[in-house]
Every structure is written in structure tokens, then in C-alpha cells.
């Protein structure tokens, strides 16, 4: 189960990371289009492009990994759904566990 | 930040932005120009939305299958709503027709809850026809200016709701003005009236499939549909008072008044209840429908 979570993100090519990382900044709230930029340079240090982040905001919305809200606004904001949490909790977790088995083979070699 | 107009994008963003398929424009590039306002683009953002813009021809449709069934679904609700409130004012017109003679004016008088539900039914068709307008007019401006420029064999649909009512209106005074000046059978006078009657369903039918081709025709904003949506809303709740309405006027009428309820004035002076049952069936059945629609109009609105 976990690993096809984990592939929803895995099968988008080009946009895997800016998934991952626009996923990983609507996990504490929504936001729309420009806040989610500038979350991602304060925790991640990367500039998405602006055809970049909606490339991937589409795709994630078409997996319903994410879901637009409401808005009278021009700019709409996003939340993570459900199955979004749990496709980015699978996907963290894999994370953690490469990092922590490569960090622990540098420690023993 | 008060006081001071909202940003707005550069002409590079705005540039680069239209080089995008319009259908994603017509979802995204509200958002996007949003987001170049704040942030500017500089080479290295128009390069990154010029790859974007190739990614959206190549991709288009799995960009926007999601939001292509959203959009799907707010056009039906949009036109059955539209086609409901039609529905009911042709209904809400055969009971002012049906109750126009003297004697109902009076039964209205001495019976409130009779006068009420008349006047709430004609009410709520009214404030329906404002909801539509604020609803649709964007939608049929918007619509217009995308045909103009975009799709001008659409342009004749648009034709179809006013000369559909000019044909019926026009019809309508060619009979009235035989049926002065020439001494018609009362057979004939009979008919003519029953075919004016169909033919004013007739042009409204054509009418509201002129519009559910243009729904699917042509792109229109999300924030526009989403506009149309909640006001369809609150049509169907007018149209669901009017319904009401109209049961509460056929029971009352039958309560109160039973020598009108059945008594000659129905359509070509048949039966009232052959004219009063059909009415308050057609408009409850508008109302259901109505109802439907929009709920599940707003069930499809983002964040619902």
C-alpha cells in the first residue's frame, strides 16, 4: 500500500520534487499559489518556476492528492487531501529510511 | 496595504502566460498573473513558464481532466437550473392566466393565504429572473466576447433565445389581431390559443438548448461557472418557494373556494383542475429538478 502511495509522486518525472515539496508545505495548512513559493525557498532553500508549480499543482490536483478551496479571490488556495497526507507520509517515510541507512553506512566506512 | 491598487503582473508574464492552451488559461492563468504581480519573472521564471506553457500543449489533457469534470458538472447545473426557472415561469403565467377573472381577485381578497401564495409565486419567479441575470449575464457576456474572437459560428446560438420569444410574441399579436378583425370559429380561436400556448414551451425549449450548446461549446472562466453556480443556488430556492406556492394556492383554492376550484376556467374553459393540477405538477417537478441541479452544482464547487 505504501509503495503505491509512494509511486502517485514517483510516476510524475520532472515534477516528482516540486510535488513532494509543494505537498510538504500544504501539510501544515492551505495555501495558494504564491505562498507555497515562498514557503518552499524558507524550508527547502529551492525557487520553483512558475510553470514548474503549476505543472505540478495539476497533477497533483488530478490525483487528488491536493484539492482546491473555495475562493473569491483570484488567487485560489490548495489543501493536501487525505489521500495526499498519506501519499506524503509513504513518501517521507521512504525518504527517512534512504537517508538514514546511507548516513549510517558514511558512519561505519 | 489599503489604499494601494492590488499588483499587477509584467507584460513578459502576461505575454508568456497567453502562450499557454486556452482551456488551462481559462482554469490556471487567473493564478498564475497572481503569482508573476508579486513576483515578477525574470529570464530564468519565463524560461521556466515557456517550458510550462510546452508541457501544457503536450499534456493538456491530463492537466485538465480534473478540472474539465468540474466544469462539466457546474454547466449541467447551470442549465437545468436555467431550464427549471424557465419551466416555472411559463407556469407561473398559466395561473395568472387561469385566475385573471374578477371572482378569483375577490377570493384572494377574502382568503389572505390564497392572495399570498399568488402573489409569492409571481414574486419568487421574479427574484428567480434576477438570480439568473446575475448568474448568467457574465456567463453571456463573457460567452459572447469568447465567440467573437474564438469560435464565430457560435455566434448564431446566441440569436436563438430573443428570436424564439420575438416568434412567439409575434405570433401572439397576429392572432390576437385576427381574432378582432375576423370572426373566427370558436373551434379555431380554441386552437390557435392551445398552439400559442405549445409554441411558447416550444421556443422555450429551443431557447435552453441554444444555451446548453454554448455551455458546452465554449470555454468559460471556472470563477465564472462557479459565479453562475451559486446563484443557481438561490434560484432553485426560488423556484422551490414558487412551487410551494402554487401547491398552497391549488389546496387553498380547493378549501376555500370549491365552486372556482371546479368550476369552467380552466384552459379553453375546460375544467380548472385539468388546468390547475397540471401547473402545480410541472412546477413542483421544475423545482425538484432545480434542487438537484444546485446541489449538486455546489457539491462540485472546489472546497465543498
Not at chain 2, 49 to 55: E, F, I, M, Q, R
Not at chain 2, 191 to 219: D, N, Q, T, Y
Request: glycine share 10%; with cysteine.
Amino acid at each position: 500500500m505504501a509503495k503505491n502511495d509512494a509511486d502517485d509522486v514517483g510516476d510524475l518525472g520532472r515534477f516528482s520534487d516540486p510535488s513532494l515539496l509543494i505537498m510538504s508545505s500544504l501539510a501544515d495548512g492551505p495555501r495558494h499559489g504564491y505562498a507555497i513559493t515562498k514557503d518552499i525557498e524558507e524550508f527547502a532553500g529551492v525557487s520553483l518556476g512558475p510553470g514548474t508549480l503549476y505543472g505540478a499543482l495539476a497533477r497533483l490536483e488530478v490525483r487528488g492528492l491536493i484539492e482546491p478551496l473555495a475562493s473569491a479571490e483570484r488567487r485560489q488556495p490548495y489543501r493536501l487531501t487525505a489521500r495526499g497526507a498519506a501519499v506524503l507520509a509513504a513518501q517521507l517515510n521512504a525518504l527517512q529510511s534512504v537517508a538514514a541507512t546511507g548516513l549510517a553506512r558514511l558512519a561505519t566506512a | 496595504m489599503s489604499g494601494q491598487a492590488p499588483p499587477r503582473p509584467g507584460r513578459l508574464g502576461t505575454a508568456v502566460v497567453k502562450l499557454y492552451p486556452r482551456a488551462w488559461r481559462d482554469r490556471y492563468a487567473d493564478e498564475v498573473l497572481d503569482l508573476l504581480a508579486h513576483r515578477p519573472p525574470g529570464p530564468r521564471a519565463a524560461a521556466d513558464l515557456l517550458l510550462g506553457a510546452l508541457d501544457a500543449h503536450l499534456n493538456i489533457t491530463e492537466l485538465l481532466r480534473g478540472a474539465a469534470t468540474m466544469l462539466a458538472q457546474l454547466r449541467r447545473a447551470a442549465l437545468t437550473t436555467l431550464g427549471a426557472w424557465v419551466a416555472l415561469c411559463l407556469t407561473v403565467a398559466g395561473l395568472i392566466k387561469v385566475n385573471e377573472d374578477l371572482a378569483y381577485r375577490q377570493a384572494e381578497i377574502a382568503h389572505p393565504l390564497l392572495g399570498g401564495a399568488d402573489a409569492t409565486a409571481q414574486w419568487a419567479c421574479v427574484v428567480a429572473g434576477a438570480l439568473v441575470l446575475v448568474g448568467g449575464l457574465p456567463l453571456a457576456v463573457t460567452g459572447l466576447r469568447e465567440a467573437w474572437r474564438h469560435d464565430r459560428a457560435a455566434l448564431p446560438l446566441f440569436a436563438v433565445p430573443p428570436a424564439a420569444g420575438a416568434v412567439w410574441l409575434g405570433t401572439g399579436l397576429l392572432l390576437g389581431l385576427l381574432g378582432r378583425d375576423a370572426a373566427l370559429p370558436q373551434w379555431l380561436g380554441r386552437a390557435a390559443f392551445c398552439g400559442w400556448i405549445a409554441l411558447a414551451w416550444v421556443a422555450a425549449a429551443v431557447s435552453v438548448a441554444a444555451v446548453g450548446r454554448l455551455l458546452r461549446r465554449l470555454e468559460l472562466a471556472a470563477r465564472l461557472l462557479r459565479l453562475a453556480t451559486v446563484a443557481g443556488g438561490l434560484v432553485a430556492a426560488a423556484v422551490t418557494v414558487a412551487a410551494l406556492s402554487l401547491i398552497t394556492y391549488a389546496v387553498e383554492l380547493h378549501t376555500a373556494e370549491p365552486a372556482l376550484f371546479s368550476g369552467g376556467d380552466g384552459i379553453i374553459a375546460t375544467p380548472l383542475p385539468f388546468t390547475l393540477i397540471p401547473l402545480t405538477v410541472i412546477g413542483t417537478a421544475a423545482a425538484v429538478l432545480a434542487d438537484r441541479a444546485a446541489w449538486r452544482g455546489i457539491r462540485a464547487l472546489p472546497g465543498a
